[in-house]
């Protein structure tokens, strides 16, 4: 007792208390202590996208400036700017403007983790504070495709893939040949924030693809224009085509000469190209060189079907040309010997002579069925009046008439006696 005594007159012990803080750290103390009520009535802000690596322009602005403070926080709630002082050491954030209506910050080289909310405050009474939001945009960072084989052969179903890489958000890949689009199936897988989706296609191929490019393009709001492509090989059999060199237009008639000339494509080329003929020798008087065939002096034993054949590694096609040898003194409308090729089957030239020869055929068909239909109708009239009832001109009545109709000719024979 004695001890508080002595303490309590002698006073209490003097509190020792801390240096008065610098006003600037007042000021930043109380904005970190201010509660967000909401969209503020008089603070104006906007959402902003930005691609991954750009600059990023925030503006915090005041509808009805009174002079208020205002300052710009980030997602954790650090000062970025008070006024246009910057407490923040990140030197990324640079002043644009400062007035007492707006205060505009940019941020560049934006990454990912500077996304997210950034806070507007405005030291009114009461406070007034506003959010906007950054959000990173991250293109794909490589595209491929890969195929499954470098060179196809037609007729092949052959797989496309192609892969857009570390992306965000997950983009959307499509298929094009030539300017034809085609359907891809896609898959997305995510790896933290980032996408990577594979599209598969599923193409076959013709003749007619080779040498065609596939394109796999991207749609994504951080890029514009974004596509790879790969061109198509595919090996395809040979394409065989027989003409006429001589004579051009005319007919092929017997003691004149006949050249025909064979064409081959394919991929690869064709390197083995021969004549033959089909279901007989070929006559001894033909002369072949190379793609050619010759025939000086045509003679009617050289009617038939003359084949070009080709071949290459993936097949062998030919195209036919059917011969019609006329005579001398032949003038009728010109043969078209047409040559076309198919797959293994013949080709066959239409040849006038022989339509002609068919219906004449047919002609005289028609005309003995009628000789014979004529002469069929003759004999059944004669039988119908040999068969007619002889005793009806004798009878008195109807009902004899008929009596003596069904009676017959034996009943008209047994008259005959009677008279006699």
């Given amino acids: 007792m004695a001890g508080r005594a002595q303490r309590s007159a002698a006073g209490p012990a003097p509190a020792i208390l801390p240096p008065p803080p610098p006003p600037l750290l007042l000021l930043l103390l109380a904005a970190a202590a201010v509660i967000r009520t909401g969209d503020g009535q008089n603070l104006v802000t906007e959402d902003v996208t930005v691609v991954e690596g750009d600059v990023a322009t925030i503006s915090c602005r005041v509808k009805n400036s009174d002079d208020s403070v205002i300052q710009l926080l980030n997602p954790n709630r650090q000062t970025i700017y008070f006024r246009d002082f910057r407490p923040l050491k990140d030197s990324r954030f640079q002043l644009v403007n400062f007035s007492n209506s707006e205060l505009r910050v940019s941020l560049t080289n934006v990454s990912i983790s500077d996304e997210g ?66 359907t891809g199936k896609s898959e997305v897988e995510q790896w933290s924030d980032m996408y990577t989706v594979t599209s598969q296609l599923l193409l076959k191929v013709g003749r007619e693809d080779d040498g065609v490019p596939v394109i796999c393009l991207v749609d994504h709001p951080a890029v514009k224009d974004l596509q790879t492509q790969r061109y198509l090989e595919v ?46 020798e070929m006559p001894q008087h033909v002369v072949v060189s190379g793609s050619n065939l010759l025939i000086s002096n045509l003679n009617k034993t050289d009617n038939g079907t003359y084949r070009c054949e080709a071949s290459n590694a993936v097949g062998k096609s030919h195209a036919d040309y059917m011969l019609f040898v006329y005579d001398t003194t032949a003038t009728t409308e010109p043969a078209v010997h047409d040559s076309r090729a198919g797959e293994e089957g013949a080709i066959r030239s239409v040849d006038h002579a022989v339509v002609g020869g068919v219906v004449a055929v047919v002609v005289f068909a028609m005309l003995c069925l009628l000789i014979i239909l004529g002469r069929y109708f003759a004999r059944h009239k004669g039988t119908y009046f040999t068969h007619e009832a002889k005793g009806a001109d004798d009878a008195a009545d109807a009902d004899t008439a008929i009596i003596n109709a069904e009676g017959g000719q034996n009943n008209s024979e047994e008259k005959k006696e009677y008279f006699i």
């Avoid at 037609?154 to 890949?173: H, V």
């Avoid at 090996?235 to 064979?262: A, D, F, H, I, W």
């Fill in 235 to 280: 090996m395809y059999k040979p394409q065989v085509r027989v003409s006429q060199n001589y004579p051009v237009q005319g007919l092929t008639r017997e003691g004149e000469p006949l050249e025909l000339s064979c064409a081959a494509f394919g991929k690869p080329q064709p390197t083995d190209m021969r004549w033959l003929r089909v279901d007989d």
């Fill in 117 to 182: 909310r950034y806070f507007c405050q405005l030291y009114t009474d009461p406070p007034q504070e506003i959010y906007t939001t950054i959000t990173v945009l991250v293109p794909p960072r490589n595209l491929v495709i890969d195929i499954q084989k470098e060179i196809a052969v037609e007729g092949e179903e052959i797989e496309l893939n192609c892969t857009a890489m570390a992306s965000r958000p997950a983009t959307t890949i499509r298929w094009f040949k030539g300017n034809k689009e085609l």
